[in-house]
């Protein structure tokens, strides 16, 4: 009689149990076909398209998560490792773009790779898409599901892509140094989780998050209207004057170009809600154990950020304060199911029919100023997005603020949400006033943050 082996059941990371809190089936949400996250890079030099198929399958080898499943339909879920397979390497032909729009026409093509979808349940977890607007000179898109790979993950994958591409173009098989797995990160989080240093953030969360509720927006129409969910995304430019006046301010005060934003940020959230007392949701990459920074992943943290804004008289009052609890948070940074076992009445407004969370989020990215080069293409990541779509990205259930702050203080952001909750309208207003607030604040900041 031939015997079966079990099925190894890998245990979840945290950041996998956390989205499993958030299952709502295969249709949307953290388990749905467009919660992915994409990333473009122009490259110019001889692209091998043969060589990099080749490659991508080496990428997919090489990381585990791009072929792993989380299943879901037991008692308790657990990863799922399947064997190496072949992403789909799509190719599309730009010739003809004249070279000043090139630029613009490969942002378009990011936006519709980002508009398409990517099946959770389907490995490998990575499309690639390359744009050809002649021989030398090219753009390629990937896309990976949000479950697999987060933005830090994007970027490995990108360079040991490129790695594999220079060696098979060359008829020399890859030669990259092994790299842990993303399964071995999600045993080492389990195997540390009752640390002294993983005791001691807890305890700093429960004392900080004590009697706290996350700020919550009311929107448009409430969750059991049952419109069809979709992720719109406003994209735009912040003047040159008002992102100088910010990393200017940074210096002063001794905090980082988010702090200020951040700042900004509550005191317009502030307004809207008519509290002082605010949590606010952040993201860090969650990659605090160096072993694990070539592995792909999702690594990323949802970080409450609480802040009380009572008697601040100015904006450079907001900063500080603002500083303070960024640094508290980031010296206790623990995965975000364990900071909710210490403030178990934090997401309450969440459950709330009409209400949703809004997280934001700033990126300095100063090494973007500069080309590399891999074999003998060069490339450059394509950043600086400025195109609005309708469909993009999901955002599981809430609204996402991102700013990028680019070489030379260029700074761009995007505004998500979920366009079954809100109107377009209220967006553009809400985006035009926070604006209209950062540049007060950060052009007049030792202004009441009240009159700003």
Not at 78 to 86: D, G, I, K, W
Not at 192 to 211: C, F, I, K, M
Not at 401 to 411: E, K, Q, R, V, Y
Request: charged share 25%; aromatic share 8%; proline share 6%.
């Amino acid at each position: 009689m031939t015997t079966v082996a079990p099925v190894e059941q890998i245990p979840l990371s945290f950041h996998q149990e956390f989205l499993c809190a958030f299952d709502t089936g295969t249709t949307e949400g953290p388990f749905g076909p467009r919660y992915h996250v994409v990333g473009a890079w122009r490259l110019r030099g001889e692209l091998d398209l043969t060589a990099l198929e080749a490659a991508l399958g080496d990428v997919v080898a090489r990381h585990e998560a791009l072929r792993t499943v989380i299943v879901r339909d037991g008692e308790r879920p657990y990863q799922r490792v399947l064997a190496p397979c072949s992403p789909r390497l799509t190719v599309r032909d730009l010739g003809g773009c004249p070279a000043d729009e090139r630029e613009s026409r490969a942002e378009e093509l990011l936006n519709e790779v980002e508009s398409g979808t990517n099946d959770a349940c389907e490995v490998p977890l990575l499309r690639a898409v390359v744009g050809r607007f002649d021989d030398t000179d090219a753009v390629l898109v990937l896309n990976a599901h949000h479950t697999a790979a987060d933005a830090w993950s994007i970027d490995v994958i990108l360079r040991d892509l490129l790695a594999c591409h220079a060696a098979r173009a060359e008829g020399t098989e890859p030669d990259l140094p092994d790299v842990p797995q993303y399964q071995e990160y999600a045993r080492h989080e389990r195997e540390n989780a009752d640390s002294p240093a993983a005791v001691a953030a807890r305890a700093y969360w429960r004392d900080t998050l004590r009697d706290a509720r996350i700020t919550a927006l009311r929107s448009d129409r409430p969750r059991s209207a049952g419109a069809p969910k979709a992720t719109s995304w406003h994209r735009f430019a912040v003047d040159t004057e008002v992102a100088s006046a910010a990393v200017s301010l940074a210096g002063e005060l001794k905090s980082s170009p988010f702090m200020v934003l951040f700042a900004a940020y509550q005191v317009f959230l502030s307004r809207l809600t008519g509290t002082d007392d605010l949590v606010v949701p952040t993201f860090t990459p969650g990659r605090g154990n160096a072993r694990f920074h070539e592995t792909v992943g999702s690594f990323i943290n949802f970080l409450p950020l609480r802040t009380d804004l009572s008697g601040c008289g100015t904006f450079r009052d907001v900063v500080r304060r603002t500083r303070q609890a960024c640094l508290g948070a980031y010296s206790h940074d623990v995965p975000f199911v364990q900071i909710l076992g210490e403030a178990p009445t934090l997401m309450a407004p969440v459950a709330s029919d009409d209400l949703q969370v809004s997280a934001f989020q700033a990126i300095s990215s100063p090494y973007l100023a500069t080309d590399e080069r891999a074999g003998g293409l060069t490339y450059s990541k394509l950043w600086r997005r400025t195109v609005s779509q309708e469909v993009g990205s999901d955002v599981p259930d809430g609204i996402l603020w991102t700013l990028h702050i680019g070489p030379s203080n260029d700074m761009v952001g995007s505004l998500g949400f979920n366009s079954n909750r809100f109107d377009a309208d209220t967006m553009s207003r809400m985006l035009a006033d926070f604006l209209r607030v950062l540049r007060a604040a950060v052009t007049a900041p030792d202004t009441d943050p009240r009159r700003l």
